[in-house]
């Protein structure tokens, strides 16, 4: 099977799994495939976002700098969708960095087109707002497990839900993702803590 049909049914059945053949074709026509090295930044602090991003193949991670300090604010891998959310929404500047953490392959739905979709096809409306009540949803859960898990509990959710991230990210980002130091992150995956 082609990566880009392959991607477009990974990224849908991830969200709007009913949606039509028709849909999915609709999404497809107007996806541009992009390939990013490992380490190159796909999107940089201070550029708009103009794009969704689905992930073909390969991870991605979204980082800020905080106190001279890089921050993992997200991973995204095969069948995930990358937005800076805030930038994408409102064409201005966004404060997040896009890395491939791997080589990657990128299909990068432009908003332009996506905005043209949603006001033709009720089937991409839908595929859209089930996109951002997700975004919505994963920002919630994100900021309840700051404020009432443990590091350990962090941890543990991370690897039931998301193995992926715990095999192929660098500990240094898992650890900053979890809110924790790297030394911390050795504690509790050796169980001492």
Not at 56 to 73: I, P, S
Not at 127 to 137: A, C, P, Q, T, V
Not at 146 to 173: D, G, M
Request: charged share 25%.
């Amino acid at each position: 099977m082609d990566l880009l049909k392959e991607t477009v049914d990974a990224v849908v059945n991830s969200r709007f799994p009913e949606m039509s053949k028709e849909g999915r074709e609709l999404l497809a026509e107007v996806l541009i495939r992009r390939e990013s090295n490992k380490g190159e930044i796909v999107l940089n602090e201070g550029q708009v976002s103009h794009n969704l991003i689905f992930v073909g193949k390969g991870m991605l991670r979204q980082f800020y700098y905080k106190n001279g300090k890089d921050v993992t604010e997200h991973f995204s891998y095969e069948g995930c969708i990358v937005m800076c959310i805030e930038s994408l929404l409102k064409q201005e500047p966004t404060r997040l960095i896009v890395e491939a953490l791997e080589q990657s392959t990128l299909f990068l739905f432009p908003y332009n087109a996506l905005q043209r979709l949603v006001e033709t096809s009720p089937e991409i409306n839908m595929f859209y707002r089930k996109i951002l009540e997700y975004s919505l949803i994963v920002s919630q859960v994100k900021a309840d497990s700051w404020r009432f898990e443990t590091a350990h509990e962090r941890y543990n959710l991370l690897l039931k839900h998301h193995p992926e991230i715990i095999k192929r990210a660098p500990l240094s980002h898992i650890a900053s993702y979890l809110l924790m130091t790297p030394e911390t992150l050795s504690r509790v995956r050796s169980g001492v803590l």
